[in-house]
Nanobody
Framework: QVQLVESGGGLVQPGGPLRLSCAAP????????MGWYRQAPGKQREQVAT???????NYADSVKGRFTISRDNVKNTVYLQMNSLKPEDTARYYC?????????WGQGTLVTVSE
């Protein structure tokens, strides 16, 4: 069973930063596009950002200019640096690895943006 392990969630004030991490097995990390998704209460899961094995990135319009996805190919870890957080960023954030028709998910980490 492939394990993607997220960490870094928590409570942060509006305007503040937070960094999420996701560690993956090397065999997955080296060959799969990695991404972050989120799901707010009562809403569908949505894609936040993705990064290919070659380093190409893609962002949801709602986070462009505020969030940065990156990958450390030594630590087999993908990061999501979130700046200028807004209350509407509150959600459970999930790490994702995808290649062809196969994808894997982490358990998620909760991010709450509130005073």
């Amino acid at each position: 069973q492939v394990q993607l392990v997220e960490s870094g969630g928590g409570l942060v004030q509006p305007g503040g930063p937070l960094r999420l991490s996701c560690a993956a097995p090397g065999s997955i990390f080296r060959t799969h596009t990695m991404g972050w998704y989120r799901q707010a209460p009562g809403k569908q899961r949505e894609q936040v950002a993705t990064i290919t094995t070659g380093g190409s990135t893609n962002y949801a319009d709602s986070v462009k200019g505020r969030f940065t996805i990156s990958r450390d190919n030594v630590k087999n870890t993908v990061y999501l640096q979130m700046n200028s957080l807004k209350p509407e960023d509150t959600a459970r954030y999930y790490c994702n690895a995808v290649r062809g028709g196969l994808e894997y998910w982490g358990q998620g980490t909760l991010v709450t943006v509130s005073e």
